[in-house]
T-cell receptor, first 113, second 112 residues
Framework: KAGVTQTPRYLIKTRGQQVTLSCSPISGHRSVSWYQQTPGQGLQFLFEYFSETQRNKGNFPGRFSGRQFSNSRSEMNVSTLELGDSALYLC????????????FGPGTRLTVL | DAKTTQPPSMDCAEGRAANLPCNHSTISGNEYVYWYRQIHSQGPQYIIHGLKNNETNEMASLIITEDRKSSTLILPHATLRDTAVYYCIVRVGANQGGKLIFGQGTELSVKP
């Protein structure tokens, strides 16, 4: 069974631009969660989507948004990029139940110049 | 805010058991304890999870105290490939899928 895939793997943008990241979950998984990892703040939860609805949300500004499609694939968008948005963005998929483990993708490395 | 406390670093000799402690004194009754590890900025890898009983799988064992305020991850025979950052996580909001709140983790170095 194929794992979680994320595209692109690396991305360079400039301040003020916007970016869209994509995540394809493991087949059959209905939940997709997004995380941001930076050296200073560590791994932080952004949001979770389940069956095309946002089910949980972290403490990030509204510039960070996401959506999920009917095939469970998910996209994350960051508008008006800031230097501090440079990070490794990880997505994780799961079946969506209370005790189901989350499987992480390799991440997208975003650099904002 | 993270709900877990872990030592920042630990060393272990290759072939010996690695015992990684974690405190989660504010854990709620329906919140699971998860362990993940991350090797050199790859995506975190799931290891094991539990609610209140001890758990074992092919990778590790998880020992949870009776009051559920702490737990220990045991890697029975550590190898050099087990060098990684290990995260102990309380899954918050378990009734609705839940989100993983990562702390700073323990950097485990397995030495020859």
């Amino acid at each position: 069974k194929a794992g979680v895939t994320q595209t692109p793997r690396y991305l360079i943008k400039t301040r003020g631009q916007q970016v869209t990241l994509s995540c394809s979950p493991i087949s059959g998984h209905r939940s997709v969660s997004w995380y941001q990892q930076t050296p200073g703040q560590g791994l932080q939860f952004l949001f979770e989507y389940f069956s095309e609805t946002q089910r949980n949300k972290g403490n990030f500004p509204g510039r960070f948004s996401g959506r999920q499609f009917s095939n469970s694939r998910s996209e994350m968008n960051v508008s008006t990029l800031e230097l501090g948005d440079s990070a490794l963005y990880l997505c994780a998929s799961s079946l969506g139940g209370a005790s189901d483990e989350q499987f992480f993708g390799p991440g997208t490395r975003l650099t904002v110049l | 805010d993270a709900k877990t406390t872990q030592p920042p670093s630990m060393d272990c000799a290759e072939g010996r058991a690695a015992n990684l402690p974690c405190n989660h004194s504010t854990i709620s009754g329906n919140e699971y304890v998860y362990w993940y590890r991350q090797i050199h900025s790859q995506g975190p890898q799931y290891i094991i999870h539990g609610l209140k009983n001890n758990e074992t799988n092919e990778m590790a064992s998880l020992i949870i105290t009776e009051d559920r305020k702490s737990s220990t991850l045991i890697l029975p025979h550590a190898t050099l490939r087990d060098t990684a950052v290990y995260y102990c996580i309380v899954r918050v909001g378990a009734n609705q899928g839940g989100k993983l709140i990562f702390g700073q983790g323990t950097e485990l170095s397995v030495k020859p």
